[in-house]
């Protein structure tokens, strides 16, 4: 699916990812390709991610995800990348 990640200053991050989690108003919850329309609300947490066998985490001071038609876009307060890792 197509991710981006938009803030007041900045397109943070633009690509593909496979698996998104974030950290919802109520509780954490995971994108996949092809999920369900939606639009809600995140709190300050970390937004984790996973595209092409990498693991990337940012830190977000809350904000708002749109889900629709396999793009997902993100609008946040502000943005902290955490260092990538990969799995083995």
Same mark, same amino acid.
């Given at each position: 699916?197509? /991710?981006? +990640? +938009?803030?007041?200053?900045?397109?943070?991050?633009? &690509? %593909?990812? %496979?698996?998104? $989690?974030?950290?919802? =108003?109520? &509780?954490?919850?995971? @994108?996949?390709?092809?999920?369900?329309?939606? +639009? =809600?609300?995140?709190?300050?947490?970390?937004?984790?991610?996973?595209?092409? &066998? %990498?693991? %990337? =985490?940012?830190? +977000?001071?809350?904000? @708002? @995800?749109?889900?629709?038609?396999?793009?997902?876009? @993100?609008? /946040?307060? =502000?943005?902290?990348?955490?260092?990538?890792? $990969?799995?083995?």
């Amino acid at each position: 699916m197509q /991710v981006k +990640i +938009i803030t007041p200053d900045k397109t943070a991050f633009e &690509g %593909q990812a %496979q698996v998104l $989690t974030f950290p919802g =108003s109520s &509780g954490e919850f995971e @994108v996949l390709d092809n999920h369900a329309a939606m +639009i =809600s609300l995140l709190k300050a947490g970390n937004l984790r991610m996973k595209a092409d &066998g %990498q693991d %990337q =985490s940012f830190t +977000i001071d809350g904000g @708002v @995800v749109e889900v629709l038609d396999n793009n997902v876009t @993100v609008l /946040v307060e =502000s943005l902290e990348e955490a260092a990538a890792s $990969t799995n083995a």
